[in-house]
């Protein structure tokens, strides 16, 4: 394995792995991972899609060059088996050098990779590697989902670090739809039954893409996606070239592996909707959909279309969970999805790293009062590039 740094690891405790820890900071060396960072992706319980080798080798592609690559790699000394994996930029904010996740602003779990043979084990071995790595002062993670893997590195970090609050993302139960009404009662259960015996009435017809259609097909969501939200405060990014480039070549690769699915609707000849969800370990999660205004017209739910098939096809595959991801909008929440809190975790490396999270806090207020007083204005805000809100 080829990398830039070898950080000479710390003898092993007794009875423990031996370990060495490994810092990448070129992106071509990026590739030749791929068949070790996907056998340990597979292994990771935890693992999300955001932290394949597909996502952040087509981010890093698409969109890297403003900031510096830093990929730490814990090895086992005996074997030389991949163990851990901490996919991170290196960028100044607010006078303090940080270290943040690959893509963290079009992610919405944001965590790492460890081998579940003995996550503490490689969670201190990645603790006391980053801690001899100088050059950087603290490490956020914006968006970290309750059971990740990157809670055994906090547990084992030596020095400060903080929590807070981040997004919700709701979640539902993998099951047919019909059922999951049967949980709710009153009026809003009898509309939503309506909403969908009207989906029904519209005669849509629903196929999966294969992976050598991505390209072809994500580009009509994307347009769809464009069409939906003309006139309305939309997330810039997604209108981007780069966001184009990258969403397609990263949806190819993990739609060939089955880890994200790109689905269409149609009515007769026509595509009224396009919807790209990413499916981890046990979840299906809605990243991306498109739909056709000419739906409006008609009458129907779309998200009650969306939501629908994605239930069905997160049942059939097996998978508990449906994960609406980052957003507690009314339109998801009167589904009966509940929200799952994501927390931002940061870790303190020098002193600078105080200041760093006062710069946070102070920008997170201002955010939360924005939008108490001045609502409208805090959409604007919320989809431009410097800010962007949720992807879906």
């Known amino acids: 394995m080829s990398t830039d740094t070898h950080l000479s690891p710390r003898p092993a405790a007794p009875g423990r792995l031996g370990r060495r820890a490994l810092l990448i900071t070129e992106g071509s060396q990026l590739q030749a991972l791929k068949l070790e960072w996907d056998a340990l992706y597979l292994r990771c319980p935890t693992a999300t899609p955001f932290q394949s080798h597909s996502w952040v080798s087509s981010w890093w592609r698409h969109y890297g060059g403003r900031e510096q690559l830093f990929v730490l790699l814990v090895t086992d000394d005996s074997t030389q088996d991949l163990r851990g994996v901490l996919a991170l930029t290196r960028s100044y904010r607010w006078g303090c050098r940080v270290l943040r996740p690959v ?3 079009l992610t919405d779990y944001t965590d790492i990779l460890l081998d579940p043979l003995d996550p503490g084990a490689f969670a201190q071995a990645a603790a006391d590697a980053l801690l001899r790595v100088r ?31 981040a997004s919700a993302c709701l979640s539902m139960p993998a099951r047919p739809l019909t059922e999951q009404l049967a949980c709710l009662s009153g009026r809003n259960a009898s509309n939503l039954r309506r909403a969908l015996r009207k989906v029904d009435g519209l005669g849509v017809h629903v196929t999966h893409v294969d992976a050598e259609q991505v390209p072809a097909a994500m580009g009509q969501l994307l347009e769809l996606h464009a069409r939906q939200w003309a006139g309305r405060a939309i997330n810039q990014e997604h209108l981007r070239p780069r966001f184009h480039r990258h969403l397609t070549q990263a949806a190819t690769e993990l739609v060939a592996s089955g880890s994200a699915a790109l689905t269409q609707f149609r009515v007769g000849e026509r595509l009224v909707a396009a919807d790209f969800r990413i499916i981890g370990t046990d979840f299906a999660g809605g990243y991306l959909y498109g739909a056709d205004p000419w739906l409006r017209t008609t009458g129907i739910d779309t998200f009650a279309m969306i939501l629908h098939h994605g239930l069905l096809h997160a049942s059939e595959q097996g998978l508990t969970t449906l994960s609406l991801l980052r957003g507690a909008e009314p339109h998801k929440i009167k589904w009966g999805a509940e929200p799952i809190q994501n927390h931002r975790m940061i870790f303190a490396r020098t002193a600078r790293a105080g200041g760093y999270v006062a710069a946070v ?31 879906h």
């Open 103 to 105: 893509a963290a602003h």
């Open 135 to 165: 050059g950087w002062d603290a490490m956020d993670f914006p968006e970290v989902r309750p059971g990740s893997a990157l809670e055994s590195v906090l547990a084992c970090w030596p020095r400060r670090h903080w929590t807070m609050d």
């Open 361 to 391: 806090k102070a920008r997170l207020h201002a955010a939360r009062t924005l939008k108490q007083h001045f609502p409208r204005l805090a959409g604007v805000r919320a989809a431009s590039p410097a800010s962007p809100p949720s992807p």
